[in-house]
């Protein structure tokens, strides 16, 4: 089994930071592209940042600049800095990750349990 557990989630004020981790164990034999998805209430889940297993990222136009996400692969944890934070922020933030269990298998995305954000003063 494979597990995603995210933390640092909270409240934020406006022009803040927060740093959100996501920590991934369990039978992992590899782990490509990680990414962090938010939704917020009454909207769809959305791209926020992705990462691949070199350190290729992508972000959306909505925190570029103002975010950034990194990993370490030597923890299988994923991170995402997030400065000058903005109301519109206000979301649960999820992980992602695409892992293999062995050699043989083919990579199975995974999601995390969600930790929410509050941006308010």
């Known amino acids: 089994q494979v597990q995603l557990v995210e933390s640092g989630g909270g409240l934020g004020e406006p022009g803040g930071s927060l740093r959100l981790s996501c920590a991934a164990s369990?039978?992992?034999?590899?782990?490509?592209?990680m990414a962090w998805y938010r939704q917020a209430p009454g909207k769809e889940r959305e791209l926020v940042a992705a990462i691949s297993s070199g350190g290729s990222t992508n972000y959306a136009d909505s925190v570029k600049g103002r975010f950034t996400i990194s990993r370490d692969n030597a923890k299988n944890t994923m991170y995402l800095q997030m400065n000058s934070l903005k109301p519109e922020d206000t979301a649960v933030y999820y992980c992602?990750?695409?892992?293999?269990?062995?050699?043989?298998?083919?990579?199975?995305?995974?999601w995390g349990q969600g930790t929410q954000v509050t941006v308010s003063s």
């Open positions: 992602n990750a695409d892992i293999r269990t062995g050699w043989s298998r083919a990579a199975n995305p995974y």
């Open positions: 369990g039978s992992i034999f590899s782990i490509n592209a």
